[in-house]
């Protein structure tokens, strides 16, 4: 078992910044793949970011590169999702999750364990 709590969501105006974190407990942090999602108002949920158990490898969504980047310390079980540049179309709940499935893995599926989410309100 996997308990993931997000927190650093909130109200931001269009290009500013944010950093969310997503801490992790219960079983070793380091073993797991894992992945930001976030669901916008009325519609699915979406992959956003993933990056692999050490750290080396991540991997984006079109949407995002160049924009977010995604990070962890495994010393701290804290995987981070630093967004710039917001737009109002980044406003979402934003979840993290684990994946044995690898860093591109982008369905929802293939995650395990979620978090409860973090809003996310980018103003114009």
């Known amino acids: 078992q996997v308990q993931l709590v997000e927190s650093g969501g909130g109200v931001v105006q269009a290009g500013g910044s944010l950093r969310l974190s997503c801490l992790a407990s219960?079983?070793?942090?380091?073993?797991?793949?894992m992945g930001w999602f976030r669901q916008p108002p009325g519609k699915e949920r979406e992959y956003v970011a993933a990056i692999s158990p050490g750290g080396e490898s991540t991997n984006y969504a079109d949407s995002v590169t160049g924009r977010f980047t995604v990070s962890r310390d495994n010393s701290k079980n804290t995987v981070y999702l630093q967004m710039d540049s917001l737009k109002p179309e980044d406003t979402a709940v934003y979840y993290c999750?684990?994946?044995?499935?690898?860093?591109?893995?982008?369905?929802?599926?293939?995650?395990?364990?979620w978090g409860q989410g973090t809003q996310v309100t980018v103003s114009s």
């Open positions: 999750a684990t994946t044995w499935a690898g860093v591109r893995a982008t369905g929802a599926h293939l995650y395990d364990y």
């Open positions: 219960g079983h070793t942090f380091s073993v797991y793949f």
